[in-house]
């Protein structure tokens, strides 16, 4: 029996209206939620661990998985996404490099990152030189690069299938996912804003401890120090929700992890330090600097504790404690003078600030021979444990500790 024309109307835009999924809101913004996020693990699993830093092999089962998503939700080309990545660690925060807030500023690469990833892809010379090894299969070649933005395409297409014209709105919050989590947030602020475990050559930040949203990625300061680990986390109370899913693929044999952070290794102390503590220093070098900047906050706390006790103001060594611990290049201009003063007024904080820049001359001094630098390396020990300061000596003794 036929629909009288009104009836077939009335199908129609309920069918527009609800699609073939009649679901409530939630169901439809968990949904949503659900699609972004196999968005995000896509990016930090397969494009950023396993492709961009060779951290970890995949099976062919998640890879195909992964790139097949990446088509559909994203249409990025992985050659090209892979290119632009490694040549911001190449070229980390100078003007070559594609998206630093410290060259471009922090609103450009927050609000327009987007737009700083498309100009880079269009410049062969990136890809050319940066983006080797990808995969170069007939399904890449053919669809996923000749027809990106037909994948895209195809999940509106879905989208709209399965919830009317909402669908519209969640595939706007799909396709807008990585331009703001990924070229905005962790490019932007993860260059400009948060806390940092190690004193890594540029200015990385960890937005915060716990990998939930971007799937990891917020420990940028980490991956920055450490860029050829499958695991982001380094500290008890940090959680990289990335490498939880790694681990999980690691026990059915779809994940083969090649590196994750060094962990610097105690024994016993040794008499004097040697080639083989040169190699753990060297090795571990930011964790060792880490565990150097806790002492010095230590010993900074200590004597504004003094100066309190004693009735004397410390507001001056109060707002320079937090670059005692930081490289030269690293101390904003305005703060050096602060910080010179403090240096004068406390000399013990001054040694600690003096030796520590001799500490991390060891593995920046490539012109030396491995049996000067360890010869270098004992006298800083010995100078460390004859200064009268204690925590100078203690650490000397863990460092003598130490070995690769």
């Not at 027809?147 to 989208?159: A, D, H, K, R, T």
């Not at 962990?263 to 090795?283: Q, S």
């Not at 010095?296 to 507001?315: F, P, S, T």
Request: hydrophobic fraction near 45%; proline fraction near 4%; include cysteine.
């Amino acid at each position: 029996m036929l629909l009288p024309d009104w009836a077939v109307l009335n199908a129609a835009i309920d069918w527009l209206g609800h699609g073939l999924w009649d679901l409530s809101w939630w169901q439809i913004v968990l949904y949503t939620l659900v699609t972004t996020h196999f968005t995000i693990a896509s990016v930090t699993i397969f494009l950023h661990r396993s492709q961009a830093h060779r951290a970890m092999d995949l099976h062919a089962i998640p890879s195909h998985f992964f790139r097949f998503w990446l088509w559909l939700g994203t249409g990025m080309v992985t050659k090209e996404w892979v290119a632009i990545h490694r040549k911001h660690h190449a070229k980390c925060e100078t003007e070559d490099d594609p998206h630093s807030p410290q060259t471009r500023g922090i609103d450009t690469v927050l609000w327009r990152g987007a737009e700083l990833y498309r100009a880079e892809a269009k410049n062969k010379e990136t890809i050319a030189k940066f983006g080797h090894g990808t995969p170069n299969d007939w399904i890449e070649r053919n669809l996923y690069t000749r027809y990106s933005w037909q994948g895209v395409g195809l999940m509106l297409i879905l989208n709209l299938a399965l919830f009317g014209a909402v669908g519209a709105a969640v595939w706007a919050v799909q396709m807008l996912w990585i331009p703001i989590t990924a070229a905005g947030i962790i490019n932007g602020i993860g260059h400009y804003w948060g806390y940092r475990n190690f004193e890594a050559p540029d200015s990385s930040t960890n937005i915060s401890p716990w990998g939930l949203i971007i799937g990891g990625e917020e420990l940028h300061n980490n991956h920055h120090t450490y860029p050829t680990s499958a695991k982001f986390s380094v500290k008890p109370y940090e959680f990289d929700l990335g490498w939880f899913y790694i681990s999980v693929m690691s026990k059915i044999g779809w994940a083969t992890v090649k590196k994750v952070p060094p962990k610097l290794r105690l024994g016993t102390i040794k008499p004097v330090a040697d080639e083989k503590t040169l190699e753990a220093l060297i090795a571990n070098r930011y964790e060792v600097m880490a565990g150097y900047a806790r002492e010095m906050r230590r010993v900074c706390k200590a004597e504004i504790a003094q100066l309190q006790a004693k009735g004397h103001e410390a507001g001056m060594l109060q707002a320079a404690k937090r670059w005692l611990h930081r490289d030269a290049d690293k101390v904003p201009a305005s703060a050096r003078p602060q910080l010179e003063q403090v240096r004068a007024a406390h000399p013990v904080l001054d040694k600690m600030v003096s030796m520590r820049e001799e500490l991390r001359q060891m593995w920046l001094n490539t012109n030396q021979s491995r049996e000067q630098l360890a010869a270098d390396l004992q006298a800083w020990c010995r100078r460390a444990e004859e200064s009268g300061i204690e925590a100078l000596r203690q650490f000397s003794m863990k460092l003598r500790a130490a070995h690769a």
